[in-house]
């Protein structure tokens, strides 16, 4: 599913060490990975490389077999819509709007997500009602305003919309930073159910170390780093 080899990165051509320089990843179909680092150690850098929002130095970073650092701007953009459901720290919803909205989003940049949706529902709204349920919220705080809901609420919204149309990779950024350790655990076996339902590969990053049982495999951004910086 994630493929990398020898992918280096700087935000500026003149830095002599690279924000970050990783030998070799890989991450199979439905794997559920715990990525852990401290700030700094380039955590974000590398999910804007995995969404195509930034393009690597060198080396290749391949997703479904895809070399996506050898595609245009917008090649990476209609890659990312298809194939990439994105959980932000923030969440990013749009406050104005009801959940159902919310999670209809995800689909409307993306005519094979939008198809895919259409197969397990008769229609969008029918799709992201199914998921913000499965989620725990129900039927009467789907159609209320995004800006009532609370925290823990919101983040379930934000995780339905990356969800819609079964996206090949789930890349989760910091969603927990906001919830205690009951809340942050029940979450995750909630994304667990929907990455295993959607046979999905989810990429969860945090510097919240207490969180790495809950995963099938963990690995430390420092240590990934390392084998690069040896060899210099």
Known sequence: MIDI??????????????????PTLTIEQGEQVFLYGPSGAGKSTLLSLLAGINKADSGTLTLLNTDINQLTNSQRDKFRADHIGYIFQNFNLLPYLSPLENVMLGCQFSAQRKQKALHKSSTLAAEASRLLSALGITHELQTKAVAELSIGQQQRVAAARAFIG???I???DEPTSALDTNNREAFIKLLFA?????NSSLVFVSHDQ??????????SLMALQEVSNASV
Not at 5 to 22: E, G, N, R, V, Y
Not at 194 to 198: E, G, K, N, P, V
Not at 210 to 219: D, I
């Open 5 to 22: 080899k020898q992918l280096s990165f700087k935000w500026h051509k003149k830095q002599a060490i690279p924000t970050l320089a990783i």
């Open 166 to 168: 079964s996206p090949e």
């Open 170 to 172: 789930i890349i989760a």
């Open 194 to 198: 929907q990455a295993q339902f959607a």
């Open 210 to 219: 207490s969180l790495r049982h809950l995963f099938q495999r963990t690995l």
